[in-house]
């Protein structure tokens, strides 16, 4: 059974361009949420998805967007990247149900340069 | 808003007993998570307190008074593959949010 996987592992991007990164869902979870961690720093809360809906946001702009698909999967996307953005980018998924399974992936590692 | 603070390093010796406390202050809570972290890689789940006391794992303890605000994990007989950052983190009174700290690196000596 595979945990959550995210995809790429590693990101080259350059100022004022557009990324997305990939998570899959550990099997039999349902929700999927998004975090940015810097260095040095603990995750910071981007947003989560249920039912293919937004449903709870952090304290992110709107140059980050997100989706979830009908299995589960959910893409971030970052428009306009700035150098501030690099970091590791971790995907968390769950149970609705559940409330303290929660399990995260290996992370997207982002450079901005 | 949420508030959780940890101390941002700590350094001990194998086989000894290390505490790191957190204290938060939340608008919600809906219990308390450690995580451990070792670099470059993902947090993984270490204990989830939600009623006050103690919760025994293992090598790992964790407490939590939600009255003071005040958790702390225990790590008993250190071993040089619990170096690791471990982060405290919050969930909040709605949705899967959690509210994480710094992190306290903690390295183990031999």
């Known amino acids: 059974d595979a945990g959550v996987t995210q995809s790429p592992t590693h990101l080259i991007k350059t100022r004022g361009q557009q990324v997305t990164l990939r998570c899959s869902p550990k099997?039999?979870?349902?929700?999927v949420s998004w975090y940015q961690q810097a260095l040095g720093q603990g995750p910071q809360f981007i947003f989560q998805?249920?039912?293919?809906?937004?449903?709870q946001r952090g304290n992110f702009p709107d140059r980050f967007s997100g989706h979830q698909f009908p299995n589960y999967s959910s893409e971030l996307n970052v428009n306009a990247l700035l150098l501030g953005d690099s970091a590791l980018y971790l995907c968390a998924s769950g149970i609705v149900t559940s409330f303290h399974e929660q399990y995260f992936g290996p992370g997207t590692r982002l450079t901005v340069t | 808003g949420q508030n959780i603070d940890q101390p941002t390093e700590m350094t001990a010796t194998e086989g000894a007993i290390v505490q790191i406390n957190c204290t938060y202050q939340?608008?919600?809570?809906?219990?308390l998570f450690w995580y451990q972290q070792h670099a470059g890689e993902a947090p993984t789940f270490l204990s989830y307190n939600v009623l006050d006391g103690l919760e025994e794992k293992g090598r790992f303890s964790s407490f939590l008074s939600r009255s003071k605000g005040y958790s702390y994990l225990l790590l008993k007989e250190l071993q040089m593959k619990d170096s690791a950052s471990y982060l405290c983190a919050v969930k909040g009174a709605a949705g899967n949010k959690l509210t994480f700290g710094g992190g306290t690196r903690v390295l183990v000596k031999p």
């Open positions: 998805y249920y039912e293919e809906e937004e449903r």
């Open positions: 939340t608008s919600g809570f809906n219990g």
């Open positions: 099997s039999g979870h349902d929700t």
